[in-house]
Structure formats: C-alpha cells, structure tokens
C-alpha cells in the first residue's frame, strides 16, 4: 500500500513538473540565459556594447539589409555616405500644438516581454527629461519607427519618412543605453566623434583604424548647437574603435588622459542638446 501511495505521489509531481514545463520553462530558460550574459557584459560602455554586438554582421547580412556606416548608421545607398540628411534637408519630428513631439513607434513581436520591457523603458525614458513623446502607431500616422530584432544595433539618423527601422537584435542590443543611443539617432544625433569641432578635443589616429572603415572616423557637417563636447556622450565612441592593432584609435586631447567613450546611457549634455533641438 505504501509503494503504491509513494507511486502516485510520484505520478502527482512528475504531472506537475510537466505542466509547470509547458507553461514557463521556455520563458525561464530565456530570461536565465539573458541575465548570466548580462552581468558579464554589465562592465561595457555603450560603444562596447554597440561594436560587440555589431563585430560579425558581414557574415550574416543580406541584400535586404541596409548599408551600415560608422558602425550602427543606416544608409539606403553608398551615394549618401557624406551627407548628413538631418542638416540638408530637416529631417526632425514634428511638434504637436501641445509643444510635445509625438514620435511614432511600433515594436514587432521579435521580443520577449522581458526584452520588450527593456525597449519600452528606453523609449519612456524620454518624457522624463525631453518634449519628446515615443508613443504607439495610429492608423493615421505617415512617418513611424518600426522596432525590430534584425541584424545588429542600427538606425537611420533622423525622420525619414514613412516607415524606418530601428534594430535592436535580441542578442546584444537590449541595454537601456544602446536603446537611447539608437533613438538619438533616430531623432537626428551622429556620433559625437564625427562632430565639426571634434579636432579640438580628440586627435584621431587613422593609423591604428582598420583599412577600409577610416569613414567612420569622417567628420560630418554638424549642427552644434553650442553645446560642448562630451566625452561622456552617449554617441561618443571609445578609445579603440575600430582599431586594427589594441592602440587607440581616438585620444582626448590636451590631456590623453581624460575618460571618455564610457557613457552606459545619456548624458546631461545629451539630454541639453536633445531639448535645444527640438526647442523643448
Ligand atoms: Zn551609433
């Protein structure tokens, strides 16, 4: 009696287990997985992050996807590589009569609800120090971000009009400071290294760069805006990008030694410059 007793208690938890399993291990198992890659890579800036994630996509990238510069911009073709859209041709979101600016978003169903989690955080994070207001797409709505796990962290820079995608690839991306930075481009913002002043604070060396990707380190036309330049940017990149050899890429100058590149999410001038933009 005792066996058969001790057979069906038995019986009772393997059931349980079972149906425990087919309704959260898969989710469980996800959110492990995140977590153990997360406090390893919980020390990286959000340039690390960015060029970690982005290291291989030649591998994986097809004719579909678009040409990225600089690391994490998109360009629809090689002939835009110089022009800064944003400068020629206005490319901000517009401003509601309320004094907001109501930008667009759609977030496909690539995400978990913890990763999507993540994304909503980032964009939500802006009300809270911006007029800038990421809401959900409307039937009505021309110009929208589409939020998807393609390959690598990328945008294009400012409003492009009608649809433009903002990846933020499940494996690598999901970071509040790789979301806002991916945002800031979306909303306008370039690298701060590719800054028109940027020769007054860091001295590029081409030297160290890999052949074949010195455009990154192009300067572009930009709007400054009198802001300064922020070495703790979260657009700005760190010592070694792109180097071909473990030497710096960029150095701070006068004084090699200052920080820089190790912004984890926006900086103070980020957010100043972001509501001088848009005139907040
Ligand atoms: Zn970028």
Known sequence: MAHILRLSALAVLLLSACCWA???????????????????????????????ANSHLSEFRSDNDPILI???????????RNADP????????????????????????????REAAIITRGLE??????????????S??????????QNGCYSFVGRRGGKQVVSLARSGCLYHGTVQHELLHALGFNHEQTRSDRDNHIKVL???????????????????????YDYNSVMQYHRYAFSKNNQPTMVPIPNPNVSFGNAKEMSRNDIARLNTLYKC
């Open 206 to 228: 081409l030297q160290n760069v890999v052949s074949g990707m010195e455009h990154n380190f192009r300067k572009i036309a930009t709007l400054n805006q009198g802001s300064p």
């Open 70 to 80: 600089e690391g994490d911009i998109a360009i629809d073709s090689e002939a835009e």
């Open 140 to 149: 009505s709505d021309r110009d929208w971000l589409s939020i998807e796990s």
């Open 22 to 52: 087919d309704s959260e291990l898969q989710e469980e198992d996800t959110a492990e997985e995140l977590s153990v890659s997360e406090l390893s890579v919980s020390e990286l800036s959000v340039s690390e992050l960015l060029e970690r």
């Open 86 to 113: 944003c400068t020629s041709s206005g490319c901000k979101w517009g401003k509601a009569s309320d004094g907001k600016v109501y930008v667009p978003y759609y977030i496909t169903n690539h995400f978990s609800s």
């Open 125 to 138: 994070s802006f009300s809270s120090f911006s007029c800038i207001r990421f809401r959900p797409t409307q």
